[in-house]
């Protein structure tokens, strides 16, 4: 069971007059098997909450868990290892190796992390439903903006981590392609039994959403899943 809990998270950016309070006493939980979605308007506060939820930043003050274990009760090594094996991400900038093909991306991700990844067969369907199957010779700068998008989505998959964290991972995308990653993220939380939380700007997610947030000035509020956006 990976269940993940934010709790009383402060977040101050800088000293004096360029002191910054970027989040306010955030709470937050997302359990297996959910879709979450934090919506807010740009400079909210979005990205510097999944920063700190994954461990890439350690909160001013609160504490963050994932399986009821807080990131500081946690030595580095550990803290690198949980992240490797439980949470993928989707981050804003796609972190595609340019001199590596789509392929080698995948097979570098086998290097790091030889266990646990998905199984030929199930790369195979994650590829062909984000229909970027065609595009393992190529290298990242023969990519669409949204192709390489997906590309960075199917590798946060790969390694099966029971916690994705995705930042706005469908601004590159059309409509059309849109609905095929809301799909895919409702499919992992639901029938692969994952917690997804997704921060973004993009209402048409709202409709996979199990759980809704409102980030508003580094205030997280629950927002009923109504479409009120
Ligand atoms: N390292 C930093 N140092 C100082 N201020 C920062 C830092 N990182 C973020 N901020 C500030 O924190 C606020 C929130 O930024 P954040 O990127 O979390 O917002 P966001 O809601 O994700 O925005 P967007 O949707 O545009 O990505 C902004 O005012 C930003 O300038």
Same mark, same amino acid.
């Given at each position: 069971?990976?269940?993940?809990?934010?709790?009383?998270?402060?977040?101050?950016?800088?000293?004096?007059?360029?002191?910054?309070?970027?989040?306010?006493?955030?709470?937050?939980?997302?359990?297996?098997?959910?879709?979450?979605?934090?919506?807010?308007?740009?400079?909210?506060?979005?990205?510097?909450?999944?920063?700190i939820a994954g461990g890439l930043?350690t909160p001013?003050?609160?504490t963050v868990k994932v399986?009821?274990i807080s990131y500081n009760e946690r030595?580095k090594?550990e803290r690198?290892?949980l992240r490797?094996?439980?949470?993928?991400?989707?981050?804003?900038?796609?972190?595609?190796?340019?001199?590596?093909?789509?392929?080698?991306?995948?097979?570098?991700?086998?290097?790091?992390?030889?266990?646990? /990844?998905?199984?030929?067969?199930?790369?195979?369907?994650?590829?062909?439903?984000?229909?970027?199957?065609?595009?393992? /010779?190529?290298?990242?700068?023969?990519?669409?903006?949204?192709?390489?998008?997906?590309?960075?989505?199917?590798?946060?998959?790969?390694?099966?981590?029971?916690?994705?964290?995705?930042?706005?991972?469908?601004?590159?995308?059309?409509?059309?392609?849109?609905?095929?990653?809301?799909?895919?993220?409702?499919?992992?939380?639901?029938?692969?039994?994952?917690?997804?939380?997704?921060?973004?700007?993009?209402?048409?997610?709202?409709?996979?959403?199990?759980?809704?947030?409102?980030?508003?000035?580094?205030?997280?509020?629950?927002?009923?899943?109504?479409?009120?956006?």
């Amino acid at each position: 069971m990976n269940s993940f809990s934010v709790k009383n998270v402060n977040q101050i950016f800088g000293t004096g007059t360029a002191k910054v309070h970027v989040l306010h006493d955030v709470n937050f939980e997302a359990d297996p098997g959910s879709l979450s979605l934090i919506m807010g308007p740009s400079g909210s506060g979005k990205s510097t909450f999944l920063t700190i939820a994954g461990g890439l930043l350690t909160p001013t003050s609160g504490t963050v868990k994932v399986n009821g274990i807080s990131y500081n009760e946690r030595s580095k090594k550990e803290r690198d290892a949980l992240r490797l094996d439980s949470i993928g991400f989707v981050l804003q900038e796609y972190h595609l190796l340019p001199y590596l093909t789509i392929a080698d991306q995948f097979k570098l991700v086998d290097k790091v992390k030889p266990n646990g /990844n998905l199984s030929p067969d199930e790369l195979d369907d994650v590829l062909e439903t984000l229909g970027i199957k065609s595009l393992l /010779n190529k290298y990242p700068a023969e990519l669409s903006g949204g192709q390489q998008q997906r590309v960075a989505i199917a590798r946060a998959l790969y390694p099966n981590p029971a916690i994705i964290l995705a930042d706005e991972p469908t601004a590159a995308l059309d409509s059309s392609r849109v609905s095929v990653v809301a799909a895919l993220l409702k499919n992992l939380a639901v029938k692969h039994n994952k917690a997804v939380v997704v921060v973004t700007h993009d209402a048409r997610l709202i409709e996979s959403a199990d759980h809704l947030y409102e980030m508003s000035d580094g205030y997280l509020s629950v927002k009923e899943p109504v479409n009120n956006y």
